[in-house]
């Protein structure tokens, strides 16, 4: 492929509007351009390698028996009507109208679609499990879109669906998946952890997310490619140093959960899920009487507990939401922060927001920061299952500059239901006891779910079992980011690659050190001198060459300057260069390997073994 021919459109600085390092790699190198906010063109290059991605996907979907497909993007409404979520989704659904005033969707994920179309073809379980996937265009009307590809109202996604006659079998599919997945994002060459995951909008019961970890950027060692006459990161200057600590903190660590993980174990889970041992037992302790005090002026747990002069754990919170048209006070000890999905999850209500102080003042009187459980009436309260272990407690009085002291569970106030609502904090123990929790940022790139019968049943489904009895099919959901791929591979293979020039100057700038398996080619020919004749003999020889071994290769056949060709090829970031230039004539060229930095001047005819070797390396 010639350079010339392509659409590559550089950009000489970062663009000011990125603030992750992917974002603005992908636009200065010229594989992505911003059409409207939230909508971009994939370039060339960029097209390039989601296809790469889009093949290593159907190689291992072929191997668990999934079939692609390729399901329409506008959907009417009644589907949705149908499974309840036209009017639940929320904001983020595209809403539109065709010229008979028809109600239509853009779709951000196809489980209606899908079950529709398995609905009206398929009536018997023998023809159960079906198993099929597309790789398509989704919307999502984002608020703010942001990040670049990350964030965005157009992506592009991977979603597969499972239909089964029994749970049995949806176990497997699961499994399968769960194992494609991780060879698929293996062979992107990504760091991973399969976590414990949310279902969120999809309602998926059991679920599991597959996240690209993102780190800080404070080791200079993983960071940094050195050219060969740089010995160590010591060599550089401090003043050179310290610039490139300013760049690389410049960019936000991109991320948009939080990944909870055991530095002792295999235990890994979003933030919104994860837990923490728990000890049930709680020491014995006397129960004092309970007694009222003024606390004016006292309203958070930490202003209570300094005005009483007590530890904050010795505190009960007290929350109050509104779970659809109900309202549900929360308990949780001390300081300890509410985890929302946790609640959300455990109320099973489509709708869980915090009560607003109208609310409250309305049912209870009294206002936040003086509220607790003692004599609240006809209301459920669910506590945390720390709550239960707290004795002799300080909580609101339920009266304005008053709190009680020594409140003990069953004595003063009862509780329905002790679970899991808190998020927990880093360095406390993992919940299979083996190592202490760690956080870290993460891209989510992949999720799988099993949805049992949550489609199936709302818009009836069903086959017919081996007794003629009919039953709801029983549904996977398996997605991947695609397009979010592309930014999550940048975040990862992002790297400064540093220069020392002949005059003992130091240089340093961004480029993209491609997995191989993704590099949008393999080997950049970049002859020097387009007419110089000789070279550009040279260049065509190569390529045969290098193309007849199987290789991809893109030649920078354009009439510009040496350095304009060695900038933009750095930062295009192909594994190989080689470069054609003044010893052409000789037979002389040179090959420099981009994951290494490392340059070596070679005869032509060992082009082809030369690479091979120090791409092993």
Excluded at 32 to 47: C, D, E, K, M
Excluded at 440 to 466: C, P
Excluded at 491 to 510: C, D, L, M
């Amino acid at each position: 492929m010639k350079q010339s021919k392509m659409l590559i459109p550089t950009l000489r600085e970062m663009p000011s509007d990125a603030q992750v390092i992917s974002h603005a790699l992908l636009m200065r190198a010229g594989y992505v351009r911003q059409v409207s906010a939230g909508i971009y063109a994939y370039l060339p290059l960029a097209n390039r390698v989601l296809e790469k991605l889009k093949n290593i996907m159907r190689e291992e979907f072929e191997e668990i028996g999934a079939v692609e497909l390729l399901a329409p993007t506008l959907l009417t409404a009644d589907l949705w009507r149908e499974s309840g979520r036209y009017d639940t989704y929320g904001e983020d659904l595209y809403k539109l109208k065709n010229r008979d005033s028809s109600d239509f969707i853009l779709g951000p994920t196809h489980e209606e679609t899908m079950t529709a179309l398995v609905r009206d073809e398929i009536t018997s379980y023998k023809k159960l499990p079906l198993n099929v996937y597309q790789i398509a265009t989704k919307y999502r009307d984002e608020k703010r879109p942001r990040y670049g590809l990350l964030r965005g109202r157009e992506f592009i996604m991977k979603d597969g669906y499972s239909f089964h006659a029994d749970q049995d079998s949806l176990d497997e599919t699961y499994q399968d998946y769960k194992k494609a997945y991780e060879k698929i994002f293996e062979r992107a060459g990504l760091t991973f952890k399969p976590i414990i995951g949310d279902g969120g909008a999809m309602g998926g019961k059991d679920s599991q997310e597959f996240m690209a970890i993102t780190d800080d950027r404070t080791d200079l060692e993983k960071w940094l490619v050195l050219s060969k006459n740089i010995t160590s990161i010591d060599e550089i200057p401090e003043s050179v140093l310290a610039d490139i600590k300013e760049e690389l903190g410049q960019w936000l660590v991109a991320g948009e959960d939080t990944i909870v993980y055991a530095d002792g174990g295999d235990y890994a889970a979003n933030l919104e899920m994860a837990t923490s041992q728990f000890d049930p037992k709680a020491a014995y302790t006397e129960e004092l009487e309970l007694e009222k005090v003024a606390t004016p002026d006292a309203k958070t747990i930490d202003e209570v507990a300094e005005f009483l002069k007590v530890d904050q754990s010795q505190t009960i919170k007290t929350l109050v939401f509104r779970a659809d048209d109900e309202l549900v006070v929360v308990l949780l000890h001390g300081n300890d922060q509410l985890n929302e999905v946790k609640l959300t999850n455990y109320l099973g209500a489509d709708l869980v927001e915090a009560a607003s102080e109208a609310d409250v003042e309305a049912a209870f009187g009294v206002h936040f920061g003086s509220l607790g459980p003692v004599g609240l009436k006809e209301v459920r309260i669910i506590a945390d299952r720390e709550v239960e272990l707290v004795k002799n407690a300080i909580v609101g009085a339920n009266e304005d500059g008053f709190h009680y002291k020594n409140v003990n569970i069953g004595r003063d106030f009862e509780v329905s239901e002790f679970v899991d609502l808190r998020t927990v904090n880093e360095g406390e123990v993992s919940p299979d006891g083996r190592g202490t929790l760690k956080f870290a940022r993460g891209i989510e790139i992949g999720h799988i779910f099993k949805l049992g019968t949550r489609y199936s049943e709302a818009m009836n489904a069903n086959v017919l079992d081996a007794n003629g009895r009919a039953i709801p099919m029983i549904m996977g959901c398996y997605g991947i980011g695609v397009s979010r791929l592309l930014s999550a591979i940048l975040e990862q293979f992002a790297r400064i690659y540093v220069e020392k020039t002949p005059k003992e100057e130091y240089k340093f700038s961004w480029s993209i050190n491609f997995p191989k398996e993704l590099a949008p080619f393999d080997i950049h020919l970049v002859p020097v001198n387009i007419k110089d004749e000789t070279a550009m003999a040279l260049t065509a020889e190569l390529e045969t060459k290098l193309r007849a071994k199987g290789y991809q290769v893109l030649v920078d056949d354009r009439n510009e300057r040496a350095g304009v060709k060695f900038a933009d090829s750095d930062l295009i970031g192909l594994p190989v260069r080689v470069t054609i230039g003044k010893k052409a004539a000789e037979g002389i060229v040179e090959v420099k390997i981009r994951a290494t930095g490392e340059v070596v001047e070679i005869n032509k005819d060992e082009l082809v073994n030369t690479i091979e070797i120090l791409n092993q390396n």
